[in-house]
């Protein structure tokens, strides 16, 4: 013989904080699962010959407090889990010569995978995209660090999402599970 259960909200035991709720069509959200979207506020300029880390200073939204947009500018993983990342970079090149732009997320402080390069010419608006799923255990930090190899400086694109410019540079996670 099946059981049915029947609930609305699901909570903690210790805090009374919502896990899960179903609304009355079935639909099932997890209002606590982590997750952030970040962004270039400003425009940030790049080295050449060095990895740089990328200082998304600004939050779109953080469930969970888990981005540090003023320090570290990375992701701390609050549970262990598979979780899946995206960046997009917008870099502005205004030299005379070219020069490659990669970009890479690190996890811990190291490499883990690189995920896009494009070549930029003068006066020359690129886009480095990328994705990536991993397994983080708790307290492990994810960032997106970018390399030029040649040529002389150049920007990161910063805008709000949505603002006049439309060419923000943005990282985004979430727990999948």
Do not use: W
Request: no cysteine.
């Amino acid at each position: 013989m099946a059981s049915i259960l029947k609930v609305n909200t699901i909570q903690d035991a210790t805090n009374s904080n919502t896990a899960i709720s179903v609304d009355s069509t079935g639909r099932v959200t997890t209002p606590a699962r982590p997750a952030f979207f970040a962004y270039l506020s400003s425009d940030q300029t790049m080295s050449i010959g060095s990895r740089d880390l990328v200082e998304f200073d600004a939050t779109d939204f953080d469930t969970g407090s888990d981005y540090d947009n003023t320090t570290n500018y990375r992701f701390n993983a609050p549970v262990t889990g598979v979780y899946q990342f995206n960046s997009v970079l917008n870099p502005d090149y205004s030299s005379g010569s070219n020069t490659r732009v990669f970009a890479y997320f690190y996890k811990n402080g190291s490499t883990f995978a690189g995920f896009a390069h494009e070549t930029l010419y003068s006066n020359d608006r690129g886009q480095v995209s990328g994705s990536i799923t991993m397994k983080l255990n708790a307290n492990d930090n994810v960032a997106v660090y970018v390399y030029l190899d040649g040529g002389s400086a150049a920007v990161l694109n910063g805008d709000s999402p949505g603002g006049s410019a439309g060419f923000s540079s943005h990282f985004s996670g979430f727990l999948v599970g």
